[in-house]
T-cell receptor, first 110, second 122 residues
Framework: QSLLTQPPSASGTPGQRITISCSGT????????VNWYQHLPGTAPKLLIH???KRPAGVPDRISGSKSGTSASLAVSGLQSEDEADYYC???????????FGGGTKLTVL | QVQLQESGPGLVKPPQTLSLTCSVT??????????WSWIRQHPGKGLEWIGY???????YYNSSLKSRLSMSLDKSKNRFSLNLSSVTAADTAVYYC??????????????WGQGTLITASS
């Protein structure tokens, strides 16, 4: 059982905006920044957002991250077929002294 | 651009020790203050952080695995390794190596390997 809670699935049509939620506790999201990863099975996961809302070079600005209290969100606007993948949130947990991940959300572009 | 590639046995028999290696190209593992990390994904499940070894050689492990884990750096071959002892079927997973970046209070992985499937079965 993952310590960060994500919906198992999300979907949208091309051009639409979707959000993926990530719920945690005071010891992780409530106190530390959140990072997001994109993963196509069989390939190397990719860093999408770090430090809650920072995009690495090469990640388009239609992808954004935010946080409020003990929850975080990843938003993808202008949805494209290439966005179909699994998405994971992660954060440092002060109680466990380690990184905790969400269970992942499978995004389907209809 | 740094690239990472895992290598391992594929199959390990309980209660043997699992040994994995991550080869790094495009950058020296002893430079830059990076945290060379391992993460695994059980079948159909989310990701689990295993631990890291700092570029100085100091390790830090997930407390749930600490008693069975050891990590090391091989500077001459620019790679790092993981040993997990007394494996059980519960250690069956895809194992990823990754480069960790610390920007306190956050720590994230900016480069990953493609992963290697390890099956623990007799």
């Amino acid at each position: 059982q993952s310590l960060l809670t994500q919906p198992p699935s999300a979907s949208g049509t091309p051009g639409q905006r979707i959000t993926i939620s990530c719920s945690g506790t005071r010891s992780n999201i409530g106190h530390n920044p959140v990072n997001w990863y994109q993963h196509l099975p069989g390939t190397a996961p990719k860093l999408l957002i770090h430090t809650t809302d920072k995009r690495p070079a090469g990640v388009p600005d239609r992808i954004s991250g935010s946080k409020s209290g003990t929850s975080a969100s990843l938003a993808v606007s202008g949805l494209q077929s290439e966005d179909e993948a699994d998405y994971y949130c992660a954060a440092w947990d002060d109680s466990l002294n380690g990184v905790v991940f969400g269970g992942g959300t499978k995004l389907t572009v209809l | 651009q740094v690239q990472l590639q895992e290598s391992g046995p594929g199959l390990v028999k309980p209660p043997q020790t699992l040994s994995l290696t991550c080869s790094v190209t495009g950058g020296a593992i002893t430079s830059g203050g990076y945290y060379w990390s391992w993460i695994r994904q059980h079948p159909g499940k989310g990701l689990e952080w295993i631990g890291y070894i700092y570029f100085t050689g100091s390790p830090y492990y997930n407390s749930s695995l600490k008693s069975r884990l050891s990590m090391s750096l091989d500077k001459s071959k620019n790679r790092f390794s993981l040993n997990l002892s007394s494996v059980t079927a519960a250690d069956t997973a895809v194992y990823y190596c990754a480069r960790g970046v610390a920007r306190p209070p956050t720590y994230f992985f900016d480069a990953w390997g493609q992963g290697t499937l390890i099956t623990a079965s007799s």
